[in-house]
């Protein structure tokens, strides 16, 4: 079959942030912009000829053209197999797992996460490499690097292959293999969690219900939380993906996943609601008229682990993003297991657990996993609930005030400005790097600061160094209030103000999180001058 070598104008704007190459799609529709990049990332991973690539992606609009330009593109490079989900699809974790199971050279994942999508909205790719996680920031500089060079791309000419049934099919040197999508990821979910016991809380009347978003994880959630695990159909809800989502924003947060909150803080509210993203790797956790933080829900998570299977034995240590709040330290400590504090990205997290060093991890963004692939994982965080709650059966929020009676409550919150010029955003940013030295032994009211830096990480494994991922600024009782620019965002800039009280004695105060932290708000605002360098009275994002 013809290989054609095409002439191609390098693109500037190829720079993969911490989850890959994310941009609306008008931009990715430009001609040669997504053969581009995927030349640039098959020019800098150096695959052995005949390698074993998978590919799968949320099932967003130009999923389905996009899987069909890298098919040939591969064949074109030298590869001799691609494993490709049926119909192009495979959520972020079923992918990381089909690269780990099936020991292949790496993965292409498509999704833009969980920003909305359709022909208005976004899109995005990422290599995975061969431990099932997120390419090192070395490959992904090299493959901008590429990007910003290329003269010319590798494509077969041929008509489309099939991708949505099952099997085999031939395109040039290279075998293309339809996949099911769903069947090694719920396999692995089988031989973690204790799915007879859930199965038999389900049976007894407890009342779940699961929102999909009409996103990637419909499919696996029918699979295994109504098929195997026996929950009625209408505890599933938004279960079809859908090209743009329905409409909506794929974020399961208590903004974007109004629909399920307004069930669970509604009358004749379920015992427990849950809800994942575009790609599915996030995931937010409810109980009847409760919400259970991120951040908690890693803590709690890492206290009870060893009720499920596949942790009984203990964790070999925990981690969590610098933003993230350090409930989790307190499990840790108590456990006697490391805790490490890493940037922002999953990637971080990868190397930990390749090194043995980590069990679980997770980020205060709504993202929660463990050593069993190398993403974070939606439906497992959900499983994970489910079997504590199967073990203790107890209301959620019964289980979370009992966490914070034992360890005491991190009172967090996260407030996103979305949207902002990037020129004010780097401004405010600016603003705060360049005086916060100055802040160290200041009070504002009963705060008191004790330091301040610009986090900077050096990773355990490789001894590479990640520096200013974000100011904290450190109260004498380990409050804290955390700075940083999104890393993820296709529109302007996101800044994000990340704010945490530490309350031993929560059976006495509010439990309304802004109130708690009314005053660290206030600090916030005064460090940073925020109002007054964006003119906004208030964050676009609350969670
Ligand atoms: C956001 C989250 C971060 C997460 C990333 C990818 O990145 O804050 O925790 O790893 O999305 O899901 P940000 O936009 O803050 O750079
Ligand atoms: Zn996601």
Not at 24 to 42: D, P, R, S, W
Not at 66 to 80: S, Y
Not at 134 to 155: C, D, H, M, N
Not at 178 to 195: G, H, N, Q, R, W
Request: with cysteine.
């Amino acid at each position: 079959m013809p290989t054609r070598t095409v002439i191609t104008q390098p693109f500037a704007d190829q720079k993969p942030g911490t989850s890959g190459l994310r941009k609306k799609v008008t931009v990715f529709q430009q001609q040669h912009y997504l053969e581009n990049f995927v030349q640039a990332i098959f020019d800098s991973i150096a695959a052995p000829q005949g390698a074993t690539l998978v590919l799968g992606g949320d099932g967003r609009f130009y999923n389905r053209h996009a899987i069909q330009v890298i098919l040939k593109m591969a064949a074109a490079n030298g590869f001799g197999r691609v494993m490709v989900g049926r119909g192009g699809i495979l959520s972020t974790p079923a992918a990381s797992c089909v690269i780990r199971k099936y020991k292949t050279f790496g993965g292409i994942i498509l999704s833009a996460s969980h920003n909305p999508g359709g022909p208005e909205g976004d899109f995005g790719i990422k290599f995975n490499s061969s431990n099932g996680g997120p390419a090192t920031e070395t490959v992904t500089e090299a493959i901008f690097a590429k990007s910003k060079s290329l003269s010319q791309y590798r494509i077969l000419e041929v008509g489309d292959v099939q991708i949505d049934a099952i099997g085999n099919s031939v395109l040039g040197e290279m075998t293309v293999e339809v996949i099911d999508p769903v069947a090694d990821y719920t396999e692995l979910m089988k031989s973690l969690f204790d799915f007879p016991a859930i199965k038999a809380l389900l049976a007894d009347g407890f009342r779940i219900k699961f929102d999909a978003m009409h996103a990637v994880n419909g499919p696996y959630a029918v699979e295994i939380l109504q098929r195997m695990l026996g929950a009625p159909a209408d505890s599933l809800m938004n279960i079809i993906p859908l090209e743009d989502f329905g409409g909506g924003h794929p974020d399961p947060n208590l903004t974007y996943a109004h629909d399920l909150v307004e069930i669970m803080y509604g009358d004749n509210a379920p015992d427990f609601g849950a809800a994942s993203d575009g790609d599915g790797d996030r995931n937010m956790i409810l109980g009847k008229h409760f919400f259970v933080t991120p951040s908690d829900s890693l803590a709690l998570l890492a206290a009870n682990a060893t009720v499920v299977p596949a942790y009984k034995k203990g964790l070999a240590g925990v981690a969590r993003s610098m933003p993230t709040s350090a409930a989790v330290d307190r499990v840790a400590q108590a456990l006697k297991i490391p805790c490490y504090e890493t940037p922002t990205g999953w990637k971080f997290f990868g190397n930990l657990m390749d090194a043995g060093k980590v069990t679980l991890c997770g980020e205060e963004s709504f993202g929660t996993g463990s050593d069993h692939i190398r993403e974070k994982d939606g439906l497992w965080a959900v499983l994970f609930w489910l079997n504590i709650l199967a073990a203790q059966r107890m209301p959620v929020a019964k289980i979370v005030y009992a966490h914070w009676a034992r360890f005491g409550r991190n009172v967090y919150s996260r407030h996103d400005y979305e949207g902002l010029p990037n020129e004010v955003a780097e401004g405010v940013m600016s603003h705060i790097q360049g005086n916060f030295s100055k802040l160290s032994g200041l009070s504002f009211g009963k705060y008191t600061v004790k330091y301040c830096d610009d986090f900077s990480y050096t990773d355990p494994a490789d001894a590479s160094v990640s520096a200013k991922q974000g100011v904290r600024i450190i109260f004498t009782d380990g409050s804290r209030i955390v700075f940083r620019l999104s890393g993820t965002g296709t529109e302007g800039a996101t800044l994000r103000v990340y704010l945490e009280a530490y309350d031993a004695d929560v059976a006495n105060h509010t439990l309304d999180a802004q109130l708690a932290l009314a005053e660290l708000i206030q600090i916030a605002q005064q460090i940073s001058e925020l109002k007054k360098r964006t003119g906004r009275e208030q964050p676009t994002v609350i969670t």
